[in-house]
């Protein structure tokens, strides 16, 4: 089960069941080609390339891009029009992040690294809980591990909710389960303004973000997933059974 799974229990049981039980999804032809969530996916397909593979994300969005075309190509003008849009957004990264000596403070470790961390359940069961982390980078300063996640949003304002995203607080009790006793102190969130930087934008355009989640509130959110959990396993058995 992923985190993602698990917020879209919580949010709509019917949207899960349809989605995860039943496993139902949209036709090929009738999905999106661009949107602000595509988007998101493609910039950080692009970091993953840079950072994981040392390859230029503008040169990587090309070939995502060119790719999608192929597939769609009666949508080539609106995916050219993302396209642009992402790579002056990813372009202006580069030079924000050089700017403020962003890389220079961490050593990126692994990107897309996967996670699994077994869960006891009360029906006596093992769930398995992963997750797929963007980054996790070593503090040079003290050598602490953090979690990077990037952010395609609409507003910089967003950085005052972010503490209290649950999935980061998934991911960080993953990592810290899984790293062997290392220091994990939280998550980088790295957020990137959906925005084509005209003469009229304004700026700031980039910010990143570091919320710290203590050893308490990484073994309390484990108790709290133990229990969702616990839910949907009930609620996959009256499925099971026939009931809606």
């Not at 496993?23 to 032809?29: A, F, H, L, M, Y």
């Not at 080539?76 to 372009?91: F, K």
């Not at 869960?119 to 979690?147: P, S, Y």
Request: charged share 25%; proline share 2%.
């Amino acid at each position: 089960v992923s985190p993602s799974e698990l917020a879209k229990f919580q949010r709509c049981r019917r949207q899960w069941a349809l989605t995860y039980y039943f496993k139902w999804g949209i036709r090929p032809e009738n999905a999106a080609v661009t949107g602000a969530a595509l988007l998101g996916t493609r910039i950080h397909a692009a970091m993953e390339a840079y950072y994981g593979y040392d390859i230029d994300p503008v040169s990587a969005l090309a070939v995502i891009y060119d790719a999608e075309r192929t597939v769609r190509p009666e949508r080539t003008a609106e995916l050219t029009g993302e396209q642009d849009w992402a790579t002056i957004m990813v372009s202006g990264y580069l030079e924000w992040a050089a700017e403020h000596g962003l890389d220079e403070e961490h050593e990126v470790l692994s990107t897309e690294q996967e996670l699994e961390v077994a869960l006891l359940l009360t029906n006596g069961e093992m769930a398995i809980v992963t997750g797929k982390l963007d980054q996790v980078v070593r503090r040079r300063l003290d050598g602490a591990l953090q979690l990077r996640d990037w952010k395609t949003v609409g507003t910089l304002s967003k950085a005052a909710l972010i503490i209290l995203d649950p999935q980061m607080r998934i991911y960080s009790a993953l990592l810290a389960v899984s790293s062997e006793g290392m220091r994990v102190d939280g998550a980088l969130y790295t957020m990137m303004l959906r925005s084509k930087r005209t003469a009229r934008a304004n700026g700031p355009f980039y910010e990143q973000v570091h919320v710290r989640y203590n050893g308490h509130e990484q073994i309390n959110i484990l108790t709290r997933v133990t229990g969702i959990l616990d839910d949907m396993e009930r609620v996959t058995r009256q499925l099971n059974a026939g009931a809606d």
